[in-house]
């Protein structure tokens, strides 16, 4: 083997162990850290999914969880979309279970009758409906 082939050799050797400490190790260190958070799943856990969407754990599957993104709503996603198990601190609101006393009142609306003939002044005004067609003098008329 001369020296030129050795130092190709060991530039590619370099380059991989270069390759292996920026890229491959990191993604490896990730990776074993999402499954540890996904092992440590429990119901009532907060969670943030990959969308943004935060809710509370309901129900675990294998593949599947069903999340509550706020009071009465649930979700059924992949365990997958699960990004990250949020804290108190992380969050900027609170959902409490309290049903507020105004929500559960119907609402009733008030239906005004509509009077074509009235104008907005007050006054009132007759219109004259014909069968005849309105012939084209007239529109030239009221633009002059």
Known sequence: ????????????????????????????????????????????????????????????????????????????????????VVSADDEEFEYSDEVNELENEPITYEVAEFDPTEVSDGSSTSVEVSDEPASKDADTEEKK
């Open 1 to 84: 083997m001369d020296g030129g082939m050795f130092q190709l050799i060991a530039i590619f050797v370099i380059m991989g162990l270069i390759m292996y400490f920026f890229m491959i190790r990191p993604a490896k260190k990730q990776q074993a850290k999402q499954q540890e958070m996904m092992n440590a799943l429990e119901i009532g856990s907060r969670v943030m999914l990959g969308s943004g969407i935060y809710g509370t754990i309901r129900h675990l599957g294998e593949k599947q969880a069903v999340i509550e993104v706020s009071p009465g709503v649930d979700l059924t996603i992949m365990r997958a979309a699960i990004r990250t």
